[in-house]
T-cell receptor
Framework: DAGVTQSPTHLIKTRGQQVTLRCSPKSGHDTVSWYQQALGQGPQFIFQYYEEEERQRGNFPDRFSGHQFPNYSSELNVNALLLGDSALYLC???????????FGDGTRLSIL | QKEVEQNSGPLSVPEGAIASLNCTYSDRGSQSFFWYRQYSGKSPELIMSIYSNGDKEDGRFTAQLNKASQYVSLLIRDSQPSDSATYLCAVLNSGYALNFGKGTSLLVTP
């Protein structure tokens, strides 16, 4: 039973560029959430997708956008990258609201 | 701002001892509570979930919830060096987002 898979594992970009991160949820899960984790901090909620719609959004600018596909996989897009966007980006999937969210291995994004 | 607070540590315990990790939260409407373990350079791994007041045991781990006092704790019995990691407390408030504390670093010394 495959868990949550994310790609790529690592990514290096320069300021002003755009990036797309991808996530496939755990089998049986229909909800995907994205989190940003800076070094030494807990994960911060970016947004959650359910039934191909953004269901809730955290305190992140519009440069952060996402999409969910009919097979429940999801993408996170970040435009106009800033140095402060350097972080570990985590995808988590779940089935029902109160059930635990399971995390993928993350994508480590470095902005030069 | 709905906050989740944890002591950042490091918490150092000898091998075989009980490690006690604590977490407080500000939103009285919180319904679901989770503990994640995160090894350095890795992603968070779910170890416990708890939804009602009292204790929940799973192997060497016990989660305790007290909604009246707004705290959650995690006890690790017979601590092993492999338990050395950062433990993240996460709270599901009224929406769908997990609200995390900054984590407590645990070091189990042989």
């Amino acid at each position: 039973d495959a868990g949550v898979t994310q790609s790529p594992t690592h990514l290096i970009k320069t300021r002003g560029q755009q990036v797309t991160l991808r996530c496939s949820p755990k089998s049986g899960h229909d909800t995907v959430s994205w989190y940003q984790q800076a070094l030494g901090q807990g994960p911060q909620f970016i947004f959650q997708y359910y039934e191909e719609e953004e269901r809730q959004r955290g305190n992140f600018p519009d440069r952060f956008s996402g999409h969910q596909f009919p097979n429940y996989s999801s993408e996170l897009n970040v435009n106009a990258l800033l140095l402060g966007d350097s972080a570990l980006y985590l995808c988590a999937s779940s089935y029902e609201r109160n059930q635990p969210q399971h995390f993928g291995d993350g994508t480590r994004l470095s902005i030069l | 701002q709905k906050e989740v607070e944890q002591n950042s540590g490091p918490l150092s315990v000898p091998e075989g001892a009980i490690a006690s990790l604590n977490c407080t939260y500000s939103d009285r409407g919180s319904q679901s509570f989770f503990w994640y373990r995160q090894y350095s350079g890795k992603s968070p791994e779910l170890i416990m979930s708890i939804y009602s007041n009292g204790d929940k045991e799973d192997g060497r781990f016990t989660a305790q919830l007290n909604k009246a006092s707004q705290y959650v704790s995690l006890l690790i019995r017979d601590s092993q060096p492999s338990d050395s990691a950062t433990y993240l407390c996460a709270v599901l408030n009224s929406g769908y987002a997990l609200n995390f504390g900054k984590g407590t670093s645990l070091l189990v010394t042989p």
